[in-house]
């Protein structure tokens, strides 16, 4: 009969350990198909080590062991390791609450029983309070994260993360009722199990209750207590023989993991999709994202983002200067670039969605593999070239001659297509509304910057050692009179709008050969025409934007500003090319608009530069003075 009691006893806590493991799964499951070899084995090893060792420490050893074989790693391990602990408390207290309010156990189990109870409120009382004062708690975390290195401060910011969502996903992502039957299943087949191995004690004359069992598991120290309790009789407080302890510990362990041992592996999870804590796969862009989810700033603009990206791997975030993102991600094994957008942004992003689809059977457009748009939010996806790179990075690489002729090709495949659509003359309203908006608004922004407004008392700027003319000298070229005379000669049509020397990626295909296709176009202007266009390319190639936005330290002392500003000869060489192409190509008058665009473009650029960094803004200011002074030198005095 012993035999019969302790074997029923070990079937019970192995099938108990094994709606475990399945109660488990349902937390890691909202994020990745988990390798259930592996929980099992873990559980196992956990156990076996909280028999032997105080603080449950078992359950770091779990948590550990299933995190290093898991693709979210081990921060979901420990995470879902707790909130199962935390689940499991509030269950023991709620059975106890039930034995007292049903008058089974006696007063032998009311001390027990209170402390369960009082864990239960605790707990749960902790919980209400977190989420009541969320944001400070958040805040706080942030700031005692801070006070360690950063690779400290990302894993603490990371652990809080996986555990805050785990939590929110027991009541947003998981089945209740399935977790209810879980619970209370395996809480059912532990019961069942400590009653049968209690059962034992009754044929050495001892009245021992699963609740004694109960105890001796998780109050005691296991193997290691009832040792410590052996008497010269061979049997222990509980009246069952120390061998049968033993067995009941160990056995299902191994039990448990011979089992997992025949199971067999589950191969197909390994090209499924599966969310993710975080989506970054850079470091450092993962703790930026963590400092200002922590920080408690934008919210809505932080739940937007987990929303559209959970699904993906963010490989790199190639974000400009816009307040769309763009980022090269990952899912499965697929390989493509993300943009989104939210709110008014979100709008302006899906007429890009609509530019690019109204114009892909006429202009290298990139394929949208995947798009969404709805009141808060919209994104579309872009297929991945391997051989495909922007032009910045390929002019730096490749010979002069077969970058400028790349240039050509784009140039005069927009003159030959959306160029000669709609096409037709400015009229004064519009150029009008594009100078009071583009120009004297952005004019008024600039100027009221702190920085900015200490040096209009300087007649002339020193630039890295240069003198230039300060801003005041161009304000006659920034009239509406002159500007008007400058663009009313301009013609419209469709165009790109954002022509920067990074929109326009460069191909090589298998025997040699270079294309390109163009990106990102912006349908947000007042004044289209192509002259537009040529101004955002001059941006680059004669303004030298992508190695401003690569300097880092700045001095302004008095008039002075001086940074780190390499030349670019190949943007140099570009800049003679383009400007000879259009003195054979444009009249003037046509000429000169577009660089008096460039200027507008630079004027366009300085507010969301001064909001983003008001120091590094007086890099583009500078820029901007030295773009000014090489245009007006060239063609002010004109007209």
């Given amino acids: 009969m012993n035999y019969v009691c302790l074997l029923s006893a070990i079937f019970f806590i192995c099938l108990a350990h094994m709606i475990r493991v399945l109660r488990w799964e349902m937390f890691i499951n909202i994020y990745e198909k988990p390798d259930r070899r592996n929980l099992i084995q873990a559980l196992s090893i956990g156990y076996f080590l909280s028999y032997i060792f105080p603080f449950k420490l078992g359950d770091i050893a779990r948590a550990w062991i299933s995190g290093k074989k898991m693709k979210t790693g081990s921060t979901l391990g420990f995470s879902t390791v707790i909130v199962e602990r935390y689940l499991d408390v509030i269950c023991v207290g709620i059975i106890f609450m039930l034995l007292v309010a049903g008058g089974i156990g006696g007063e032998d189990i009311r001390g027990t029983t209170f402390f369960y109870i009082a864990m239960t409120m605790l707990l749960l009382a902790l919980m209400l309070t977190i989420f009541a004062f969320r944001g400070a708690v958040k805040r706080m975390v942030m700031v005692f994260a801070s006070i360690f290195n950063e690779r400290i401060e990302t894993a603490m910011l990371e652990f809080s993360w996986a555990l805050i969502w785990n939590f929110k996903n027991i009541f947003q992502k998981i089945n209740g009722l399935k977790l209810a039957l879980a619970t209370t299943g395996m809480w059912a087949a532990y019961i069942v199990s400590y009653t049968l191995f209690a059962q034992l004690s009754y044929f050495s004359g001892n009245e021992a209750t699963w609740k004694d069992v109960f105890i001796l598991l998780f109050e005691q120290g296991g193997i290691k207590e009832s040792a410590s309790m052996v008497t010269l009789s061979g049997g222990n407080n509980l009246g069952i023989n120390l061998i049968f302890i033993i067995l009941y510990f160990i056995v299902p362990l191994f039990l448990l993991i011979a089992i997992s041992m025949v199971m067999k592996k589950d191969t197909s999870m390994h090209d499924e999709d599966y969310l993710k804590l975080m989506p970054h796969l850079d470091p450092r862009e993962r703790l930026a994202f963590l400092e200002n989810y922590f920080s408690d700033i934008n919210r809505e603009y932080i739940k937007n983002y987990i929303t559209n990206n959970s699904d993906i791997s963010i490989i790199r975030d190639l974000s400009a200067g816009s307040n769309a993102r763009t980022m090269l991600c990952m899912k499965g094994n697929r390989t493509f670039f993300r943009k989104y957008a939210y709110g008014t942004d979100g709008e302006k992003l899906y007429r890009q969605i609509c530019w690019l689809e109204e114009n892909k059977g006429v202009l290298a457009l990139p394929e949208i593999t995947n798009q969404e748009k709805t009141s808060v939010y919209c994104f579309y996806d872009m297929s991945y070239i391997p051989n495909a790179v922007g032009m910045f990075e390929y002019a730096h690489s490749m010979p002069l001659e077969r970058t400028w002729e790349v240039l050509r090709k784009a140039l005069a495949s927009l003159e030959q297509t959306i160029y000669q659509v709609n096409v037709r003359k400015a009229d004064k309203e519009t150029v009008a509304s594009y100078i009071s908006v583009k120009v004297q608004k952005n004019l008024e922004k600039i100027k009221e910057e702190k920085r900015i407004r200490n040096l209009q008392r300087y007649e002339t700027i020193v630039i890295n050692g240069t003198e230039y003319r300060n801003l005041g000298f161009y304000e006659e070229y920034f009239s509406m009179d002159y500007l008007e005379k400058v663009f009313l000669n301009d013609d419209y049509a469709v165009i790109h709008g954002d022509l920067t ?32 266009d040529y101004g955002k390319l001059l941006q680059s190639i004669h303004g030298g934007y992508e190695f401003l936005m690569a300097a880092k330290d700045v001095k302004v002392n008095e008039n002075r500003i001086d940074f780190l500003f390499p030349r670019s000869s190949k943007y140099m060489e570009l800049h003679v090319r383009l400007k000879q192409y259009m003195e054979n190509n444009f009249d003037r008058g046509r000429i000169r608009s577009i660089y008096f665009h460039e200027i507008i473009h630079w004027l366009r650029l300085m507010p969301y530069k001064i909001e983003k960094d008001d120091r590094r803004a007086m890099i583009f200011y500078a820029g901007m003075l030295m773009v000014m002074n090489d245009v007006i030198e060239m063609y002010g005095k004109e007209g």
């Fill in 501 to 532: 020397i990074e929109n326009i990626i460069c191909t090589r295909d298998e025997k040699g050969n270079d294309g390109f296709y163009l990106i990102d176009p912006n349908t947000g202007n007042i004044h289209d025409s192509p002259n537009l």
